[in-house]
């Protein structure tokens, strides 16, 4: 695999440190303050030395001595830069982790808000596990990207380069000979630089699918416990291990040849300093101080160059994750969003429904609905009966725009589905199926999905008009009451009920309940049919069941089979027809629909 376009990476730069100019700037002059001084001080200490060895002693005790007096003013600034060096140090590195962690955490949101605009299709491909490595493990690489790059690889170039200057102004041959090598060793460091790119990428990506399998597996574990499939998880939990194994050898492996080039590099120029010191000295070009000037200078060259072998080593695994990240980031979502100005507005009230020959299906070459035709006038409601897997859910989604059908369209008072926006469709239309999703935190939370600007009375109104006000007071803390994770501390069908007035708050024209009463209790259902009498009225209502029971109060029938719409009718109608399937389901009750 080849480097991934240096552009990619000044783009993910430029855009994530733009925000934050100042600090930048602020954190480029600390780093420009650090570079000089790391320069200069070697040139006091060279001053020092000179000054000792060429230097007389004084002859009389009782006279003052010029030199040690130059020598106590050098050892003073030496110990005033050196001081002033750690500050600088300390203030770049404080200024560098903030830049850094800023930019990671903007560019975090953004990931996160993309994967949440993405369609269906892409999260039923992606699991979360993988998604979750993508959000947080490869971006977690980045915040060290974000501030390394500038603070070492930067500051690590302008740093060679100025001792480069000083060893010229120091001696013209000793500046061309560093020039020359300091220029072979970043050539060899740069044709090294994607060596362990493609190692990286694929230890970054059995990581994410370590983290797939863990999160699906620990979601399951009574299924798997009960049914005795623990070995088999094992079992495969050590197939990823020993794949994990051999590609972080792999990476060691190529990071290994990395760092002993970079050493032998390293150990090339330390030998030419010696050499180099040597004879300008044995030709009287430096001074016994120049020497060590040219020493320190070497060493201190040497720090850069470790530096910027450590920074590209580090850069091919951060590659990996730019790569990643960029690759989600450039995932587009099936389903076409219209432009603000060209969006059409769904008018206002209960919301007509039309299915104009739809067919869909999740693969393309195997339709869920075939040619689904009819319409539902705004205000009243519909039941959809059939067979598992005749596609009634899928109804629902399409309305929802979860997905777009492959041929025909679906409209809402006559207004197509792609034509809206999909915050608009979402505000009108609200789906309460038999799977509540419940978060961690307070019940108003969960109710509002942390929306700050629904007030209690507001909820509390809502939770009377659906006649809930008798479970609210159960709740031991009302409002406050905390729900764990997966909403552990509420039965199935206290969290059902959350779900009814989580709906009824959006205050949706169009009210979807796939199965919505399937996991209540008898005495609960019977609890919340007048809610959902509430909560039907004046809207339009899809009502999606097996228990035929809970389409006494709808106006119209649907009944799909194999995908097809092969009755559809008022409920009276069907019902007093003996020949209509609708009236031989009912005939021969709940079990024909299981």
Partial sequence: MSLIPVSRY??????????QRGRFALLALCLLAGIVLQVIIPQ?????????????????????????DQLTVQALAFIGLALVQQVVSLSTTALG?????TATNALRSDVLA???RLDMTFHQATNAGTLIERVDGDISQLAEFFSQFFIRIVGSLLLAGGILIALFLEDSRAGLVYTLFAGAALFVLYRLRGVAIEPARALREIFARLSGFIEEHLGGMEDLRA???????????????????????RTVLYNS???????????????VAFVTGALLYEQGALTLGGVYLLMNYVILLNRPLTDLSNQVERLQTIS???????DLLETHSALPQVADTAAQIIPAGALDVAFDSVTFGYAPDQPVLRQIAFRLPPGETLGVVG?????????????????????????????????????????????????VQLFEGAVRDNLTFFDPTIDDAQIIATLNSLELEAWLRELPDGLETRIGSGGQGLSAGQAQLLAFARAMLRQPDLVILDEASSRLDPLTEARIERAVDHLLHGRTGILIAHRLATLDRVDRILVLEGGSVVEIGSRAALAADPASRFAGLLRLGEGALS
Avoid: C
Wanted: aromatic content about 6%.
């Fill in 10 to 19: 000044f783009t993910l730069l430029a855009h994530y440190l733009r925000p």
């Fill in 44 to 68: 006091v200490s060279r001053g020092v030395i000179d000054l000792a060895t060429t230097v007389p002693p004084a002859t009389a005790a009782d006279q003052p001595d010029p030199a040690a």
């Fill in 97 to 101: 982790e903030r830049v850094a962690w």
């Fill in 114 to 116: 993309h994967v949440l």
């Fill in 227 to 249: 049914n005795g499939a623990g070995g088999y998880v094992i079992d495969r939990l050590g197939d990823i291990h020993q794949e994990i194994r051999r590609r972080w050898s």
């Fill in 257 to 271: 040849l990395f760092q002993s080039t970079s050493g032998m590099i390293l150990t090339a120029g330390f030998s």
């Fill in 320 to 326: 990996a994750s730019v790569s990643r990240v960029n």
């Fill in 387 to 435: 067979r598992t897997g005749s596609g009634k859910s899928t109804l629902a989604r399409l309305i929802f725009r979860l997905y777009d059908p492959q041929e025909g369209r679906v409209t809402l008072s006559g207004v197509p589905l792609t034509a809206v926006r999909l915050s608009d469709l979402r505000r009108r239309v609200a789906v309460v199926t038999q799977e």
